[in-house]
C-alpha cells in the first residue's frame, strides 16, 4: 500500500493544499479524502478523520498514523529532497513541535475562511 495523506474532501483549502503538497514533493503517496475510504481499515475513527489531515504508511499488516502537522512533516521527511528533511525534523523536536501544533491548528480551524492555495 502506498502511503495516503488522508484529507477532507470537503474542503477545497485541503485539497488544494494537498495537490500542492503533491506537485512539490511528489513520491510514493497518494491525497485520499476521507469520504472515499472506509477509515475504519486504517484504525481511524470519523471523529478523528474530521479532525485534521493524517499521514497513513504501512509496514506489514501494521498502519503508522501521523495527524496533524506531524502528517505534514512525516509526508517531509519520507521525500528524496534532501533539503527539506532538517525543516520537517524540527515537527518532531519538543519545543518546536509545539510551534508546529499550534500553528496547524490556527489553520484547520480557520480552513474555511483561508480559500485556496496556488499551485
Same mark, same amino acid.
Given at each position: 500500500m502506498q502511503a495516503q495523506l488522508v484529507t477532507d474532501g470537503d474542503c477545497g483549502f485541503c485539497q488544494a493544499c494537498a495537490a500542492w503538497l503533491l506537485k512539490h514533493f511528489p513520491g510514493d503517496w497518494v491525497n485520499t479524502p476521507n469520504q472515499s475510504i472506509d477509515i475504519k481499515l486504517i484504525g481511524l475513527t470519523e471523529i478523528q478523520a474530521n479532525a485534521k489531515v493524517w499521514y497513513i504508511t504501512r509496514s506489514?499488516?501494521?498502519? *503508522?498514523r501521523y495527524g496533524g502537522s506531524q502528517a505534514v512533516a512525516k509526508l517531509l521527511l519520507d521525500q528524496s *529532497? *534532501?533539503?527539506? *528533511?532538517p525543516l520537517a525534523v524540527l515537527a518532531f523536536?519538543?519545543?518546536t513541535k509545539q510551534f508546529a501544533e499550534l500553528l496547524y491548528f490556527a489553520i484547520s480551524k480557520n480552513r474555511k475562511h483561508l480559500g485556496t492555495c496556488e499551485i
Open positions: 506489514g499488516e501494521n498502519f *503508522k *529532497k *534532501k533539503w527539506i *528533511k523536536v519538543p519545543v
